[in-house]
T-cell receptor, first 116, second 113 residues
């Protein structure tokens, strides 16, 4: 069975601080996909990024960056110079490519609060 | 619209009644997922449809819950004899393939009184 662990339940930072959200995963598939979603207070789930298991290149998009390390089964998300609008619950997710592993498995989420 | 559509957006029902929640996925998406999110909690997987394959029902919490997907498109999640613990937001997502991301609907907020 596949599993996603987000050990940080809640994080609180002051605006302009950098913050990293941790995600550790388990899967038996050799090909799999990792995702991050944002759920602001309004409730809708917003897709942020997809990463393939065979591409360990880190990615940067504006203030967001993602560090994928297969050796430690981690896919961490960093927000640089955080803003109040970044306050949300962030979910990491995993999907394999074979059988039941194609199910999209989510971590329990990290509540990020950015204080002004 | 082009996104995942769920209806109703809100549903209040009396304990013991049956309810049906509807999901219209993005056209052409072969995969469809149902999740449940209780207040302040994460996403609890319920059921997954992939094309014409038998659905993965491993997340359904009891036999009061069932779902179907007609014609590979619209899906209905049915909860029979609702209980107060069924109160939650029910989220539907669709996906174009194993290599792509899932897109979520706005959810149905179910309140059992």
């Amino acid at each position: 069975a596949q599993k996603v662990t987000q050990a940080q339940t809640e994080i609180s930072v002051v605006e302009k601080e950098d913050v990293t959200l941790d995600c550790v995963y388990e899967t038996r598939d050799t090909t799999y996909y990792l995702f991050w979603y944002k759920q602001p207070p309004s409730g809708e789930l917003v897709f942020l990024i997809r990463r393939n298991s065979f591409d360990e290149q880190n990615e940067i998009s504006g203030r967001y960056s993602w560090n994928f390390q297969k050796s430690t089964s981690s896919f961490n998300f960093t927000i640089t110079a955080s803003q109040v609008v970044d306050s949300a619950v962030y979910f990491c997710a995993l999907s394999g490519t074979s059988g039941s592993a194609r199910q999209l498995t989510f971590g329990s989420g990290t509540q990020l609060t950015v204080l002004p | 619209g082009a996104g995942v559509s769920q209806s109703p957006s809100n549903k209040v029902t009396e304990k013991g009644k049956d309810v049906e929640l509807r999901c219209d996925p993005i056209s052409g998406h072969t995969a469809l997922y149902w999740y449940r999110q209780s207040l302040g909690q994460g996403l609890e997987f319920l059921i997954y449809f992939q094309g014409n394959s038998a659905p993965d029902k491993s997340g359904l919490p009891s036999d009061r819950f069932s779902a179907e997907r007609t014609g590979g498109s619209v899906s209905t999640l049915t909860i029979q004899r609702t209980q107060q613990e069924d109160s939650a937001v029910y989220l539907c997502a669709s996906r174009g393939g194993a290599r792509t991301e899932a897109f979520f609907g706005q959810g149905t907020r179910l309140t059992v009184v």
